[in-house]
C-alpha cells in the first residue's frame, strides 16, 4: 500500500519545483535590495494589520 500525501507536502513540492525553475538575477543592486526590503515590510505590517483587525472583529469590539 501506498503511503498517503498530505496537502501540505504535496504543497511544499510544487513550491519547491516551481522555484528551481526561475532562473537567477544576473544583476543585484541597492535598488533591488531595497525594493525587497519595503515589499517585505510593506507585507508584514499588511499582515500584522489585518490580523488585529480579525481579533478585534471576533472580540466584538468592532
Known amino acids: 500500500m501506498a503511503p498517503k500525501v498530505e496537502l501540505p507536502n504535496v504543497a511544499a513540492i510544487m513550491w519547491l519545483i516551481f522555484l528551481s525553475l526561475i532562473p537567477?538575477?544576473?544583476?543585484?543592486d541597492a535598488?533591488?535590495?531595497l525594493a525587497l526590503l519595503l515589499g517585505t515590510?510593506?507585507?508584514v505590517v499588511g499582515f500584522c494589520a489585518c490580523l488585529g483587525?480579525?481579533?478585534r472583529r471576533r472580540?466584538?469590539?468592532l
Open 24 to 28: 537567477p538575477a544576473e544583476a543585484y
Open 53 to 55: 483587525w480579525y481579533a
Open 41 to 43: 515590510v510593506v507585507t
Open 59 to 61: 472580540n466584538g469590539q
Open 31 to 33: 535598488g533591488d535590495a
